[in-house]
């Protein structure tokens, strides 16, 4: 499989990973003025989204950027 996440494309990732880690740990902290198991569910939420980007940043393919035909990844010619 050819990778086709590219440079700025993993930074962005990686960046938007970070603030979802720290969102999601600070709703857990925080987040005392979400009711029933909202504070869990948005935690949860923000922690897959993490998980997410982590993972198409290490295998450098994003399936959603494969279906609209997107390539951010410059060719080694």
Known sequence: ????????DRTVRVILGTLALLSSMAVVVYGGGLTGGRQ????GVMLLFAAIMFATV????????????????????
């Open 1 to 8: 499989m050819e990778p086709n996440v590219g440079g700025t």
């Open 40 to 43: 869990i569910l948005v935690a």
């Open 58 to 77: 290490g295998a450098r393919r994003c399936p959603v950027n494969a279906a609209i035909g997107r390539n951010t990844c410059r060719s080694r010619k």
